[in-house]
């Protein structure tokens, strides 16, 4: 299958700064990117929406201000997470598709906020 | 709104034991997928069925899509502890592209 990677995978920072997290399909070019964000034992709940080359569709709750999405190519989308708070503490996927509808996930960033 | 739903939450089973975990939709679904979360890690993409009725096997596992494409069922047999982690159905939703995922189900082998 097709690959996604994440970076970093792992982050702790305290609280107001901000976060860059990265997503990139190696294997192929995803038009469309998701952002995801799972809180211990529950689901995933999108975020938010990314087309390369236009501004990011969020999910009804989601703020756009908080959480930045840039997806300049069809291999790379960032989310930043500014001034980030404790209740940001999350597990932030992303994932990928080419077109079709099978979604491939990268390995995820687990943000701690102090 | 749209819901995708999951049952049951968590199943504890002995190894060799058969498992089934059940997802309903509140919609009819053009494609039911399935993933698998291992304990810390991410959902990995395990099968796609698009037809009505379908079945897939994948080696243990047995996948259906209902006739009515609003449900479906994800079953392993003879479990092994290779199998622990948190089974998600998902579709995709009526709006836009992405998908909308079930709760899952959490599975539990003990030896």
């Known amino acids: 299958g097709a690959v996604v990677s994440q970076h970093p995978s792992r982050v702790i920072c305290k609280s107001g700064t901000s976060v860059k997290i990265e997503c990139r399909s190696l294997?192929?070019?995803?038009?469309?990117m998701f952002w995801y964000r799972q809180f211990p034992k529950q689901s995933l709940m999108l975020m938010a929406t990314?087309?390369?080359?236009?501004?990011?569709?969020?999910e009804q709750g989601v703020e756009k201000d908080k959480f930045l999405i840039n997806h300049a190519s069809l291999t790379l989308s960032t989310l930043t997470v500014t001034s980030a708070h404790p209740e940001d503490s999350s597990f932030y996927i992303c994932s990928g598709s080419g077109g079709v509808e099978t979604q491939y996930f990268g390995p995820g960033t687990r943000l701690l906020v102090l | 709104g749209q819901q995708v739903m999951q049952i049951p939450q968590y199943q504890h089973v002995q190894e060799g034991e058969d498992f089934t975990t059940y997802c309903n939709s509140s919609?009819?679904?053009?494609?039911i997928q399935w993933y698998k979360q291992r304990p810390g890690g991410h959902p990995v993409f395990l099968i796609q069925l698009v037809k009505s009725g379908e079945v897939k096997k994948q080696k243990r596992l047995t996948f259906q899509f209902g006739e009515a494409k609003k449900n479906s069922s994800l079953h392993i047999t003879a479990t092994q502890t290779t199998d622990v982690g948190t089974y998600f159905c998902a579709g995709p939703r009526q709006a836009g592209t992405a998908l909308i995922f079930g709760k899952g189900t959490t599975l539990s082998v003990s030896s």
């Open positions: 990314s087309n390369e080359g236009s501004k990011a569709t969020y």
């Open positions: 294997d192929f070019q995803a038009t469309t």
């Open positions: 919609t009819t679904l053009s494609n």
